[in-house]
């Protein structure tokens, strides 16, 4: 299992809107965090291994409605 966090940038007023649709109908999608900075929301997800990842970005978070631009962080190792 690969885990990615992608963070998001919506379109003014829509950040709440993409958080629930993509936690709702994204299977991959942990977690999803609202944030402040450059950004509006944090999503955390769980890919298979092997799976492609800029696809994955692509065709299932770019194309939620309301998301303006995504910029996709690969993890390593996670520490506890």
Same mark, same amino acid.
């Given at each position: 299992m690969q885990t990615i966090f992608v963070m998001v940038k919506c379109e003014l007023g829509r950040a709440y809107d993409v958080a629930v #649709?993509?936690? #709702? @109908? &994204? #299977? +991959? &999608? @942990? #977690?999803?965090? @609202?944030? @402040?900075? +450059?950004?509006? %929301? %944090?999503?955390?997800?769980?890919?298979?291994d092997g799976q492609d990842i800029g696809h994955f970005v692509v065709s299932n978070l770019q194309t939620l409605d309301g998301v303006k631009d995504t910029f996709t962080l690969i993890t390593f190792k996670a520490f506890a």
């Open positions: #649709e993509a936690v #709702e @109908s &994204v #299977e +991959q &999608v @942990s #977690e999803v965090h @609202s944030v @402040s900075g +450059q950004y509006d %929301l %944090l999503m955390k997800c769980y890919l298979p």
